[in-house]
């Protein structure tokens, strides 16, 4: 079935690491976006793109940076990873050709904790 | 500039008792608007959405959503809830135009459903 799926679904780190989240996705659609949810806050976009050679910042894009490989992968990187990015992290599509509307589509999640 | 306001961040009701979730936007255009629900470990999954084809929109699971633009809300409905709706619930507003992209979501509610 045409999924969105993301690696690892659960991670533990320590502060100062590196580490890649990664997002793939058989849906065919053109536009992947990473989110990061927290408590209380709901989610918040880190990054966002369009298609390979159009990637943008979020609101809270500080710490992070991202890679689109092909149009089906977008991964996220914490270059030196801090406690407070401690957080699920969704990886989702949405497609342009279906519209304005611009349902996404959100994988299950990483559970992301830093020590 | 588009928000969400989720009234209540815990609802909790007895099964088959009425369900209402709140949700207010604010948008400076037409809005797109989304419920999305979460459970437990998992992804969000999409609920419903009004795409201003119609006031009153039905969705999956028995719930259904009214879009009201003189009172700026979009509020969910189920008449009788199940102990299977437990989940969070996200209520999401995209904007028109040229940043139909964005969703920008409500700070979620949990819904508990007591037997």
């Known amino acids: 079935d045409a999924d969105v799926t993301q690696t690892p679904r659960n991670r533990i780190t320590k502060t100062g690491k590196r580490i890649m989240l990664e997002c793939s996705q058989t849906?065919?659609?053109?536009?992947m976006y990473w989110y990061r949810q927290d408590p209380g806050l709901g989610l918040r976009l880190i990054y966002y793109?369009?298609?390979?050679?159009?990637?943008n910042k979020g609101e809270i894009s500080d710490g992070y940076s991202v890679s689109r490989q092909a149009q089906a992968k977008f991964s996220l990187s914490l270059e030196s990873a801090i406690p407070n990015q401690t957080a699920l992290y969704f990886c989702?599509?949405?497609?342009?050709?279906?519209?304005?509307?611009?349902?996404?589509?959100f994988g299950p999640g990483t559970r992301l904790t830093v020590l | 500039a588009q928000s969400v306001t989720q009234l209540g961040s815990h609802v909790s009701v007895s099964e088959g008792a009425l369900v209402l979730l709140r949700c207010n936007y604010s948008?400076?255009?037409?809005?797109?608007l989304f419920w999305y629900v979460q459970y437990p470990n998992q992804g969000l999954q999409l609920l419903l959405k009004?795409?201003?084809?119609?006031?009153l929109v039905k969705g999956i699971n028995g719930f259904e959503a009214e879009f009201k633009k003189s009172e700026t809300s979009f509020h969910l409905t189920k008449p009788s809830a199940h102990m299977s709706d437990a989940a969070e619930y996200f209520c999401?507003?995209?904007?028109?135009?040229?940043?139909?992209?964005?969703?920008?979501f409500g700070k979620g509610t949990l819904l508990t459903v007591n037997p």
């Open positions: 989702a599509t949405s497609d342009f050709n279906r519209g304005p509307y611009n349902e996404q589509f």
């Open positions: 849906k065919g659609h053109d536009r």
């Open positions: 793109s369009f298609d390979v050679k159009d990637i």
């Open positions: 948008s400076s255009v037409p809005p797109y």
């Open positions: 009004y795409t201003s084809a119609a006031t």
């Open positions: 999401a507003v995209s904007g028109g135009g040229g940043s139909n992209y964005k969703l920008t």
